[in-house]
């Protein structure tokens, strides 16, 4: 009984939505980033790279200049530039687009512990540097349960949900979105009708490098306003198996990384509990919650996912 | 004259082969982890600098640099420090060959059966250094409920949490306070991001100070207590007065404990102490007796009686801490140091733990 109601009183535990949410901002992010590479026809696993690269650019910035926002600015230009590293390689070049990703990821991964020391003064992690403050949203505040879960947010969750159905409008009502599609489902035929196949996947991966910087730097000056090496964590790959569950699609990206947000979340407060006693040995054990949580998902609830026709292979324009 | 040049030439010869020389091998977390890194350099370099001696270190990339690294560093120096549970094997390994120089192996056992007469191992009390943050934390939590936020539960993660818990059951037995222990794991030592999160669930079930022994993803839990002890003052950034001041107008707040170093200055008012582990004074005897020629090869548990493990000072918390608490501590610190009262350093012991009748002078 006593389980029963640990299971059952983190839903109405209002902190819960609010960990819930920003657990599931940085695989929104970076989820949506995969969404619009792979929507174009270029897979890209650099997303971990691309984000790890967002969180160290964003703390940098802040560290010289003290504004986070001008460090969240610098974190999109460098993703762009970071990405374009990976446009250039597998599309123009038509290199693999899974070695180009792998490298892209080693590459970010030693750019950042090398230039801790010349930054910072050590390798490692950084002091506290500076963050991006939640904002109150007013009206909203002085909502009974409601406020105290969004009541006070980071601006960045914010950012990544008006992201979410941004992108969602440009991929499916824009004519720049059907062009996308349509060089991801058949470049050949897209190619006939005079769509400059190179150039849009250049813009899908460039807006890869974008959302999944950003993802980094909430990671970063959103949250814990510090920069440890390899402090991705393997988000990046987490939010190509959101971007997959949610049938490359933006709005089902998002519940899938919302989904694996709460599975983390709930696997925290869970074994936070105070009405059940677990001993300390089995704890570690609770972190596994949100891979199970994916496997029935994925097992059970889903469908069929069916990715771009043409994704992940390189396209060579006939002579 | 030439003769005079000889004499002048061997003497300063066999000075410089004489001079003592240092030489420090760091594990693959390298200068600047703020923990027994940084901490054994500190102690190396304030003792080599006390007696005028040479001191160097070697940093290690890879876990296959140990070996190459310690050999090297067993040539060209008297004392050799290996640093880190991971250097285990190589330090027994290279020290047997090297029988002349000494070697200090730092948060390192000697495996059953392999001591060898040049090497000294330290390890650390934690569970002393635990047990009076969790007193503090006992004394000082509002809502009845603590955290405790680990890395991955190795020895001395799960040391400092037996610690931690039994200096909360010796408040609440002493005091009559009902307190629960939130216990979570992040499962891994460098995510500050997890370790926001799962601070930010402890606070949301109730707890109001967290202990984390859980290497950078403290750095997170600080940030977390910070986060919501500026929440309850309704400003960005607040200061540390703004903190004090909050504190004693509403006597509500929100705090993080550090662990290792002194970490109260990452968050200054919101994080209440620091468990310290001292690596940085067994360095510095370790040279000192090495120079002296007192050095004797064997294991040392440091404690609080051996100021290997200590809690902080509490620079920006002092003041909201009630004085009464930091004299039961001064009393309870004694009798660790003598001997009378011992920390559980296994589960086992933390079972069975009773907190002793104290009766306080005062």
Known sequence: ?319 | MRKFLVVTLAVLFALSAMAFKVIMVTDTGGLGDKSFNDGTWHGIVKAAQELGIDYEVIQSYEQADYIPNLSKAAKDADLVFAVGFMMTDALFKVAAQYPDTKFVGIDIVPPEGKELPNVLTFTFKEQESAFLVGYVAAAMTKTGVVGFIGGIPIPPVERFRYGYEAGIKTYAALHGKEIKVLKGYTNVFDDPKKGKDLAMSQFAEGADIIFAAAGACGNGVIEAAKEKFAGLLGKTNPSLVDFIDYYYDKGKAFFAIGVDADQDYMAPGAVLASAMKRVDMASYYAVKWAYNGTFEGGHKVLGLAEEGVSISPMKYTKGMVPNKVFAELAVLETLIKSGKFHIPETEEELNTFKAPRIKFPF
């Open chain 1, 1 to 319: 009984m006593k389980v029963l109601e640990a299971l059952l009183s983190i839903f109405i535990n209002p902190q819960f939505y609010k960990i819930a949410l920003t657990a599931s901002t940085p695989l929104i992010f970076a989820s949506l980033g995969g969404v619009f590479s792979e929507i174009t026809g270029v897979t890209n696993i650099a997303l971990e790279g691309i984000m790890l690269l967002g969180a160290f650019t964003s703390i940098v910035f802040t560290f010289y200049t003290g504004s986070a926002w001008f460090g969240i600015l610098m974190a999109v230009l460098v993703g762009i530039g970071f990405s374009w590293l990976h446009a250039w390689a597998s599309i123009k070049w038509l290199g693999n687009q899974i070695v180009v990703g792998t490298a892209l990821i080693l590459i970010a991964q030693g750019i950042t512990g090398f230039l801790m020391k010349p930054i910072f003064g050590r390798p490692g992690q950084t002091d506290f540097i500076g963050r991006i403050n939640d904002i109150s949203i007013p009206g909203l505040r002085n909502v009974p349960f409601l406020g105290e879960a969004i009541g006070e947010i980071n601006p960045l969750v914010i950012i990544a949900f008006v992201s979410v159905f941004v992108s969602w409008f440009i991929i499916y009502k824009t004519t720049l979105g059907l062009r996308m599609r349509s060089v991801g489902e058949n470049p050949e035929a897209a190619d006939t009708l005079g769509i400059n196949v190179y150039k849009i996947r250049y813009f899908g991966v460039l807006m890869s490098g974008v959302l999944a910087s950003l993802g980094g730097a909430f990671l970063s000056v959103g949250e814990t306003g510090n920069f440890k090496e390899l402090m991705s964590g393997g988000r990046g790959f987490i939010a190509l198996a959101a971007m997959i569950l949610g049938n490359w699609n933006p709005i089902g990206a998002m519940l899938a990384s919302l989904l694996f947000g709460a599975s983390e979340a709930y696997a925290n407060l869970l074994q936070s509990s105070k009405l059940i006693e677990v001993p300390a040995s089995v704890k570690p054990l609770f972190n596994m919650v949100p891979f199970i949580v994916t496997l029935i998902v994925i097992s059970g609830f889903i469908g069929k996912t069916r990715p771009p026709a043409a994704d992940g292979v390189p396209y060579e324009k006939a002579e």
